[in-house]
């Protein structure tokens, strides 16, 4: 049985706020701060008007994807990383866009190198983890993904499975913490590569974290 990698796409393998922010520039007048620790304070009107509401926030993301999609540029050392991994894992790639995106994600990746399954979400990742590990037969699992929430809902839905956070945007990474549910944080693929293949190779799943109702 192959080790399996369930890893976000957006900040993970493709630079996505970078170009969400020059796109809300040229389009809406409206500045993104990288730097903020709240995705939503971090959009404001270059008019001085009201910052978006939460269903602006979201409508203005739904203008970017999929439209917008093809602006979207790899994360170094992403592509090089996943090659090597895919020669002793099978990997899936576990992604919050809605599935309207799916046929523009999965042609997106591809252009850049990265040919994998793709399964779009909507909410808290544990429950799709959980339902893939299973469907790949309970093997050793690494999720990655950038968000806290997400570390949370797999650690307290599919335990076992091994949780390394990565943020790939360096003029975000500095402002987001540690997220509390991930055993590791690594922003630079070339040593989450080998934090990645060092625990298929001792072939053994993740210690269940104390405090975390399964």
């Given at each position: ?5 369930i890893?976000?796409?957006d ?5 996505m ?6 796109w809300?520039?040229e389009?809406?007048?409206i500045?993104?701060?990288l ?10 009107r ?10 602006e ?16 540029t ?23 866009v ?44 690494v ?18 499975v ?7 945007e360096?003029?975000?990474a500095?402002?987001?913490?540690p997220?509390?549910y991930?055993?590791?944080?690594i ?15 001792a072939g ?11």
């Amino acid at each position: 049985m192959r080790p399996l990698l369930i890893t976000d796409c957006d900040e993970v393998l493709l630079h996505m706020v970078r170009h969400f922010r020059a796109w809300l520039g040229e389009a809406h007048d409206i500045d993104f701060a990288l730097d903020s620790p709240d995705f939503g304070r971090a959009m404001t009107r270059r008019d001085g008007g009201a910052p978006p509401t939460p269903d602006e926030m979201w409508a203005l993301l739904g203008g970017f994807f999929p439209a917008e999609m093809a602006r979207q540029t790899p994360v170094p050392g992403a592509v090089e990383a996943l090659a090597v991994i895919a020669e002793r894992a099978d990997i899936v790639i576990l992604t919050n866009v809605k599935d309207v995106c799916h046929a523009s994600r999965v042609e997106q990746l591809a252009q850049v190198g990265i040919e994998h399954r793709v399964v779009c979400n909507q909410g808290g990742k544990g429950g799709p983890v959980a339902a893939l590990v299973s469907e790949h037969g309970d093997p050793v699992t690494v999720f990655v993904d950038d968000l806290g929430v997400h570390h949370e809902s797999v650690a307290r839905n599919a335990p076992q499975v091994h949780r390394l956070q990565l943020i790939a945007e360096p003029a975000m990474a500095p402002a987001v913490p540690p997220a509390t549910y991930a055993h590791a944080r690594i922003d630079d693929w070339a040593a989450a590569q080998r934090w990645i293949t060092d625990r298929f190779a001792a072939g053994v799943p993740a210690p269940i974290t104390q405090g975390v109702d399964a």
